[in-house]
């Protein structure tokens, strides 16, 4: 399960590189805490991190780099891919996170975080459909 999850942040983690045009300084998967909190710190990437929230299609368009197959999945699949993107995001481009490593507790509680977020949104997506309905009777 390890080995899967590293390849699926790894695909994650080249897509949110590519969709902001970011360079990690090495090629070293493990960084020492200083350079990963320099790299978090700097401008591009707190830019970055902040567009993935202000931007609609952002976590969007780097789930379609990441999984292009995925893009015709139902809906609620497509939710819970986007939940997992969301959640690998915010652990590589927070600058309030020391490291780029997706370990299985930081993605645990992300997951928990981000599906509670998506849930609250899609429901008040439908209330507004409902709201707008009732208006137009």
Request: charged letters at 30%; proline letters at 2%.
């Given at each position: 399960?390890k080995d899967v999850?590293g390849?699926?942040v790894?695909?994650?983690?080249n897509?949110?590189?590519?969709?902001?045009?970011l360079q990690?300084?090495t090629s070293s998967r493990?960084?020492?805490?200083?350079e990963?909190?320099?790299?978090k710190?700097?401008k591009?990437?707190?830019?970055?991190?902040?567009?993935?929230?202000t931007?609609?299609?952002?976590?969007e368009?780097?789930?379609?780099?990441?999984?292009?197959?995925?893009?015709?999945?139902?809906?609620?699949?497509?939710?819970d891919?986007?939940i997992?993107?969301?959640?690998v995001?915010?652990?590589?481009?927070?600058?309030?996170?020391?490291?780029?490593?997706?370990?299985k507790?930081?993605?645990?509680?992300r997951?928990k975080?981000f599906?509670?977020?998506?849930?609250?949104?899609l429901?008040?997506?439908?209330?507004?459909l409902?709201?707008?309905?009732?208006?137009r009777?």
């Amino acid at each position: 399960m390890k080995d899967v999850r590293g390849s699926n942040v790894s695909l994650v983690r080249n897509a949110i590189l590519r969709k902001f045009g970011l360079q990690l300084l090495t090629s070293s998967r493990r960084k020492n805490s200083r350079e990963i909190l320099d790299w978090k710190q700097s401008k591009e990437v707190k830019d970055s991190y902040n567009k993935l929230f202000t931007e609609v299609t952002a976590i969007e368009e780097i789930t379609n780099l990441a999984f292009p197959l995925q893009a015709k999945a139902d809906e609620e699949k497509f939710n819970d891919i986007y939940i997992y993107i969301a959640s690998v995001c915010d652990i590589i481009l927070n600058p309030n996170c020391p490291t780029l490593e997706v370990s299985k507790t930081a993605m645990e509680l992300r997951l928990k975080k981000f599906r509670v977020s998506i849930e609250f949104i899609l429901l008040f997506k439908k209330l507004n459909l409902l709201i707008k309905i009732k208006i137009r009777m």
